[in-house]
């Protein structure tokens, strides 16, 4: 399955929602300016874990879930399709703020760094959509375990999350400058990114129901 267009599908779904700003990229852009680069790093392990958490609670219960009734799937994939609507409409709406704003934060131990990073991770709405309702539209029937391939695709996930907040935990002074001297840039990104959004939650509403 690492070499089917279905991986390199999932592949660029998971690429575009850590690119969609969330509280994991704002919680990391926030600590690596208000505390630097060591406390950022300390954070996005946290995240990772927490990321490791959704991840083997959406394998153990995708692989219960394929052998229930097939409503349970489609409720999924309908949920997914509206939250990513939703989020489309965040990035689009009249008005919206500019998703890089920051926010100060007062300087925490790095247990406190860690378990902040966790948490943001483990309620974070999006990720928690994404594991329950889009990564088991990437799932094949018949292409052997639902519980191995769960687990490869969301490693597959966490690589390209953890790759991108590394980049972001990294850079963050030079991202958020960037991003406050070109407003029009970040009008077009917003644009981008909603018209995208949308284009995938209609392609999950689309896709053919599948059997139980």
């Known amino acids: 399955m690492a070499t089917s267009p279905q991986w390199w599908?999932?592949?660029?779904a998971a690429l575009l929602m850590v690119l969609t700003p969330g509280p994991n990229m704002l919680y990391?852009?926030?600590?690596?300016?208000?505390?630097g680069r060591r406390a950022g790093m300390i954070s996005l392990l946290g995240v990772v874990a927490g990321f490791l958490l959704h991840m083997l609670a959406a394998a153990l219960g995708l692989t219960a879930l394929f052998l229930a009734v097939p409503l349970a799937y489609?409720?999924?994939?309908?949920?997914?399709a509206a939250y990513l609507m939703w989020l489309a409409w965040q990035?689009?709406?009249p008005g919206a703020r500019s998703p890089f704003a920051t926010r100060s934060l007062t300087a925490d131990s790095p247990r406190r760094l860690f378990m902040m990073g966790f948490l943001t991770n483990v309620l974070n709405p999006k990720i928690a959509v994404f594991y329950l309702s889009i990564l088991p539209q990437f799932i094949v029937p018949g292409a052997g375990s639902v519980f191995r391939q769960s687990l490869l695709l969301g490693l597959t996930q966490i690589a390209i999350s953890f790759a991108v907040n590394l980049l972001i935990v990294l850079f963050a002074a030079r991202l958020a400058a960037g991003f406050t001297a070109r407003p029009r840039w970040l009008a077009a990104?917003?644009?981008v990114m909603g018209s995208v959004l949308a284009t995938l939650a209609v392609r999950m509403a689309l896709q053919p129901q599948r059997a139980g």
Do not use: T
């Open 189 to 191: 990104q917003r644009y």
């Open 9 to 12: 599908l999932f592949a660029g």
């Open 91 to 93: 990035a689009l709406r």
């Open 74 to 80: 489609a409720l999924l994939k309908w949920g997914g």
């Open 28 to 35: 990391l852009l926030s600590r690596s300016l208000c505390q």
